[in-house]
Nanobody, 127 residues
Framework: PLVVVESGGGSVQAGESLRLSCAAS?????????MGWFRKAPGKEREGVAV???????EYADSLKGRFTVSRDPAKDILYLTMNSLQPEDTALYYC????????????????????WGQGTQVTVSS
């Protein structure tokens, strides 16, 4: 099993940036991890934000391309989510999923097919 812990959330003003971290630990072979960010706003369905597959292939939600970027520190098994030009509609609980493999980055984001999840980190953007 994997343990997943998110950090980096907070309250910011519109237009500002944040970087979230998702750290995975446990039984990880050769740093092979598929990890993804999702968000859930009050009254809305869960939304896939971005996924990075074991080979570095990334998939982003179309609406967030250009503002949100994922990167990975394989030495530390951490997936970062850099969020720029934040808007009030980005307010949500952001949480991370991880697994040792994914069907593909695209399907993992569409279906949220991760076996291990963190508790989430809150992002609040005020206007």
């Amino acid at each position: 099993p994997l343990v997943v812990v998110e950090s980096g959330g907070g309250s910011v003003q519109a237009g500002e940036s944040l970087r979230l971290s998702c750290a995975a630990s446990g039984n990880i072979d050769d740093n092979r991890l598929c990890m993804g960010w999702f968000r859930k706003a009050p009254g809305k369905e869960r939304e896939g934000v971005a996924v990075m597959d074991t080979d570095g292939t990334t998939e982003y939600a179309d609406s967030l391309k250009g503002r949100f970027t994922v990167s990975r520190d394989p030495a530390k098994d951490i997936l970062y989510l850099t969020m720029n030009s934040l808007q009030p509609e980005d307010t949500a609980l952001y949480y991370c999923g991880a697994d040792t493999s994914c069907p593909s980055a695209k399907w993992a984001m569409l279906l949220g097919t991760f076996n291990f999840w963190g508790q989430g980190t809150q992002v609040t953007v005020s206007s």
